[in-house]
């Protein structure tokens, strides 16, 4: 199994990013992805996950009006867009076939 995610980010105060995540070695449907972020100095923050067999989401509530996930079953990708960045969203965020298999982590840094 294998999470590999896209590289990292620089982004401006009040713009958006979007993180990709392409599993393989495994049927992409037969389980979640989870999204997990860490804050430096923090610990993990969970995000929310979805369910590439409906494209079922649930998220955090701290991110719900700002994060969307999707998924394409075609290329076994998920994806993160989490909108209207701002300095306290510098972290690194995963991937994760919860809580076994874990993406390498995307660096975003926010800053102006």
């Known amino acids: 199994v294998q999470l590999v995610q896209s590289g990292a980010e620089l982004r401006n105060p009040g713009t958006s990013v979007k993180i990709s995540c392409k599993t393989s070695?495994?049927?992409?449907?037969?389980?979640?992805i989870a999204w997990v972020r860490q804050v430096p100095g923090q610990g993990l923050e969970w995000m929310g996950r979805?369910?590439?067999?409906?494209?079922?989401?649930r998220y955090a509530r701290k991110f719900q009006d700002r994060v969307t996930f999707t998924v394409y079953t075609s290329t076994n990708t998920a994806y993160v867009e989490l909108n209207n960045l701002r300095s306290d969203d510098t972290a690194v965020y995963y991937c994760?076939?919860?809580?076994?298999?874990w993406g390498q982590g995307t660096q975003v840094t926010v800053s102006s």
């Open positions: 979805i369910d590439p067999e409906d494209h079922g989401t």
């Open positions: 994760t076939r919860p809580y076994r298999w």
């Open positions: 070695g495994y049927t992409f449907i037969n389980d979640y």
